[in-house]
Each structure stands twice: as structure tokens, then as C-alpha cells.
């Protein structure tokens, strides 16, 4: 497998812990039962599942009314482009092995 293959299927399972993660913990807020900490739920955005968080958020209704998800999910998201886009476009080449 090459490095590329590895980094989506990556991204892929990330995104998919992000999005069942607002679903679980959506399930357990109605159950009142014991919750997902916050902190968890952003450091699976900051690893690389942000769109699954956002998906997850809307899909489900979930953490909506709290500015800090609806402003710091999105937030995440573009700092995760922009540097992915400057990695790219960077004057140096970076050699992964």
C-alpha cells in the first residue's frame, strides 16, 4: 500500500468515529445517560474527522445551539485545508520515507 492509500483510509474511519460519535452521544443525551465529553468529540475533529463531526452534528441536531461547535467545527475544517494546501504547495519537498 502506498502512503496515499493509507491517508484516506484513514481519513475515512476518522470521519466515521466523528459522525457515529454525535450520534451516540445525541442516543445518550436523550437517555440521560453518561456523555461524551466534549473534549473528545473535538479531538476527533482535530485528527482529521471534522467533516464527519459536522455531518454528524446536522444529521443528528446535535451540539446546534452551541456556538463554539457551530463556529469551531466549521474553524477546524478550514485550518485543516489550508494547511494541506500550503503542504502542497510548499517551495521545499517533503519526502514521507
Known sequence: MDVITLLL???????????ALMGIDKYKAKKRAFRIP???LFI??????SIGSIIGMYAFRHKTR??????GMPAIL??????????????FEISLL
Open 66 to 71: 452551541h456556538w463554539y461547535f457551530v463556529y
Open 38 to 40: 466534549e473534549a473528545t
Open 78 to 91: 478550514i485550518i485543516q485545508i489550508l494547511l494541506i494546501t500550503l503542504l502542497f504547495h510548499a517551495p
Open 9 to 19: 483510509e484513514y481519513l475515512i474511519v476518522v470521519n466515521l468515529i466523528g459522525f
Open 44 to 49: 476527533v475533529a482535530v485528527i482529521g474527522g
